[in-house]
T-cell receptor, first 117, second 114 residues
Framework: AQSVTQPDIHITVSEGASLELRCNYS??????LFWYVQSPGQGLQLLLK??????LVQGIKGFEAEFKRSQSSFNLRKPSVHWSDAAEYFC???????????????FGQGTILTVHP | DSGVTQTPKHLITATGQRVTLRCSPR?????VYWYQQSLDQGLQFLIQ???????AKGNILERFSAQQFPDLHSELNLSSLELGDSALYFC?????????????FGEGSWLTVV
């Protein structure tokens, strides 16, 4: 069964500092990987996704993520954090092409990001 | 705005009652998903429909049921409600409901059972 682990429940950074949120997945084949962000009282917004090809993926709001097959990781990064980035971030894994997961996603437990001015 | 619309946004009801949550997918999307987000369980996949047919089932209780109508909107019915059913229920949609399709989420329906 597929699973996702986000080791950090809560991360605090200063505004302008760099950010890395960790995500490890378990899946038998090359999975589809996603990062979503949830602001308080809001739904889940897609930041970026990895399907195949270039292992460094660019997303919205200046975020990027790198797929590392050898480490089963898909860490999210941002070079300079803004106060508006404070939110909860979720990594998710979906099935690979030809699989039977039919698009459903398995989510990690989330990482809450606090940004200090 | 993801284009996925959920109603109601907030709902407070008593134990033992039944509620219906409604979802309109993005225009053109044929597949609808329901997720439950709670503090102890996190984001859990409940069920997926594609063009009116059930496609995948997750950790959905027998007291819960869903359906997708010919106009593609979906409803999640929760019955015999318990305190532990209090959660944020998300509806999401995607184009074909296949692996790799991007899934777009609504803003959720907050259910409080008292």
């Amino acid at each position: 069964a597929q699973s996702v682990t986000q080791p950090d429940i809560h991360i605090t950074v200063s505004e302008g500092a760099s950010l890395e949120l960790r995500c490890n997945y378990s899946y038998g084949a090359t999975p589809y990987l996603f990062w979503y962000v949830q602001s308080p009282g809001q739904g889940l917004q897609l930041l970026l996704k990895y399907f195949s090809g270039d292992t460094l993926v660019q997303g919205i709001k200046g975020f990027e993520a790198e797929f590392k097959r050898s480490q089963s990781s898909f860490n999210l990064r941002k070079p300079s954090v803004h106060w508006s980035d404070a939110a909860e971030y979720f990594c998710a894994v979906g099935g690979s092409a030809g699989g039977t997961s039919y698009g459903k996603l398995t989510f990690g437990q989330g990482t809450i990001l606090t940004v200090h001015p | 705005d993801s284009g996925v619309t959920q109603t109601p946004k907030h709902l407070i009801t008593a134990t033992g009652q039944r509620v219906t949550l409604r979802c309109s997918p993005r225009s053109g999307d044929l597949s609808v998903y329901w997720y439950q987000q709670s503090l102890d369980q996190g984001l859990q996949f409940l069920i997926q429909y594609y063009n009116g047919e059930e496609r995948a089932k997750g950790n959905i209780l027998e007291r819960f049921s869903a359906q997708q109508f010919p106009d593609l909107h979906s409803e999640l019915n929760l019955s015999s409600l318990e305190l532990g059913d209090s959660a944020l229920y998300f509806c999401a949609s995607s184009e074909q409901g296949l692996s790799g399709n991007t899934i777009y989420f609504g803003e959720g329906s907050w259910l409080t059972v008292v």
